[in-house]
């Protein structure tokens, strides 16, 4: 990346389509706005600052040369979502009863698979 740059917008003065959640921020709403220059030429993007945090977030933690969009999480990632950043969780409809869910059933295919396997 050759330039990069973020700055907050107090309200936004039409609807934008959030590159973190894939929802809309509204009129009104603030957002961030984040623009940059790569490989592929000039990108501009427009985030919730929830949104925008959390995707920083979470690259931090992946210690990655990759940069890996907010929206290429993971079940894994769903605790941290729903402790640190409640409002992006909410946008993707993470709740504690769905990760629970998704417990059960990793639980269940680990277990089947473990079966599999020492046979």
Same mark, same amino acid.
Request: with cysteine; charged share 30%; net charge negative.
């Given at each position: 990346?050759?330039? +990069? =740059?973020?700055? #907050?917008? !107090?309200?936004?003065? !039409?609807n934008h389509f959030c590159e973190g959640c894939? !929802? /809309?921020?509204? *009129?009104?709403?603030?957002?961030? $706005?984040? %623009?940059? *220059?790569?490989?592929?030429?000039?990108?501009? &993007? *427009?985030?919730? #600052?929830? +949104?925008?945090?959390?995707?920083? /977030?979470? =690259?931090?933690? &992946?210690?990655?040369?990759?940069?890996? #969009?907010?929206?290429?999480?993971?079940?894994?990632?769903? #605790?941290?979502?729903?402790?640190?950043?409640?409002?992006?969780?909410?946008?993707?409809?993470i709740t504690p009863e769905r990760y629970k869910?998704?417990?059960?059933? /990793? &639980?269940? %295919?680990?277990?089947?698979?473990? $079966?599999? %396997?020492?046979?």
């Amino acid at each position: 990346m050759t330039f +990069c =740059n973020e700055h #907050p917008v !107090k309200a936004v003065r !039409k609807n934008h389509f959030c590159e973190g959640c894939g !929802k /809309y921020v509204l *009129i009104g709403e603030p957002a961030i $706005r984040w %623009t940059g *220059i790569g490989e592929d030429g000039f990108a501009s &993007a *427009i985030y919730h #600052p929830e +949104c925008r945090e959390a995707e920083v /977030y979470m =690259n931090r933690e &992946a210690s990655s040369f990759e940069w890996w #969009p907010l929206g290429n999480h993971e079940e894994d990632d769903w #605790p941290w979502l729903m402790e640190k950043f409640p409002a992006v969780a909410a946008r993707f409809n993470i709740t504690p009863e769905r990760y629970k869910e998704y417990q059960e059933r /990793y &639980a269940a %295919t680990w277990s089947t698979h473990s $079966r599999k %396997t020492e046979q």
